[in-house]
């Protein structure tokens, strides 16, 4: 299972390796289908990558048929659990990074130069624990704490130079979104299929090249580039983004749902708290930025 985020792909848990068991049913054995059958972790079962689970024992021939223990696999509580570590470090240096890094006049170039330091070591650390096969919980917590330095800088910059109170406004519409997908997901009004992945990563991967040519030609013509980040287009792009950000909680939700039933192993909780916590720094970075066109186009 790969991180949750536009830039960084995705493994699942289907037989073709593509995302999280679409249009296959979850393996017996697991917790969402205990069949009649022994152990089916000690021999491989298509469609499972799982199959071969190292916390399983063989049930010995002509013993009866019984659940087999779930040591070692993920759980909704291992989720929760690194996911709220890995959120709250995040905060922690947010708030650190708020408090100790002013940004008045005398000290914000120093402020913007560890945040941007900041941030740029966390993309690397996040790029490097993508392309890993196991999780990192050392790069991931590293990640979350350089990524809320960078976070607290920047809201801080927001809030008290652009838009008093963005930082809380950007809180609560991430909060927001989060309850909503997650109701809408539970409730069925979201179905995550292949078409759907499709649709959204091709939209996701438009968004990232206009946003890397509007970057470019800001940088090398001065301004706001081509104006998706300012104005009318600004406030377009802007929801486009967090529209974006909703559809890979999705994904991430159907990501967390599948290891459980295909009994992914209890490691994988950590990726899961690394792409949820990369899904909602994106969505709450385009609140703010969205809150800052709307008071700057006042």
């Known amino acids: ?136 919980p050392a790069l991931i917590l590293s990640y979350a704490a350089l990524e809320g330095v960078f976070l607290g800088v920047v809201s801080s910059v927001v809030d008290n130079r652009i838009a008093s109170g963005a930082a809380m406004q950007a809180v609560l519409g991430t909060l927001a979104v989060f309850c909503a997908v997650l109701v809408a997901y539970k409730a069925g009004w979201i179905r995550v299929n292949r078409r759907f992945v499709g649709f959204v990563m091709a939209a996701a991967l438009g968004f990232i090249v206009l946003m890397a040519i509007n970057l470019l030609f800001a940088v090398f013509g001065g301004g706001d580039g081509l104006g998706f980040r300012s104005g009318p287009l600004g406030i377009l792009f802007g929801v486009i983004g967090i529209l974006l950000g909703a559809c890979f909680l999705a994904l991430d939700f159907k990501q967390v749902e599948d290891g459980i039933a295909y009994g992914a192993p209890r490691e994988e909780a950590w990726l899961a708290a690394f792409g949820l916590t990369m899904t909602l720094v994106w969505i709450y970075m385009e609140f703010l930025r969205l809150i800052s066109i709307l008071n700057s186009s006042d």
Do not use: C, E, H
Request: hydrophobic share 40%.
């Open 1 to 136: 299972m790969r991180s949750s985020n536009p830039v960084f792909s995705r493994r699942g848990f289907s037989r073709d390796n593509g995302y999280a068991g679409f249009n296959t049913a979850p393996q017996a054995g697991t917790a969402a289908a205990v069949g009649t059958q022994g152990n089916p972790y000690a021999q491989p079962q298509a469609g499972n990558p799982y199959a071969q689970n190292p916390y399983a024992q063989q049930a010995p021939y002509g013993a009866p048929p019984q659940a087999p223990a779930t040591t070692g696999r993920m759980t909704m509580d291992d989720v929760l659990m690194r996911t709220g570590t890995t959120l709250g470090i995040l905060v922690v240096t947010a708030a650190l990074a708020w408090a100790l890094l002013p940004v008045d006049d005398a000290n914000i170039s120093r402020s913007y130069g560890i945040a941007i330091g900041a941030g740029l070591i966390g993309m690397v650390l996040a790029l490097v624990q993508s392309f890993k096969r196991k999780a990192s």
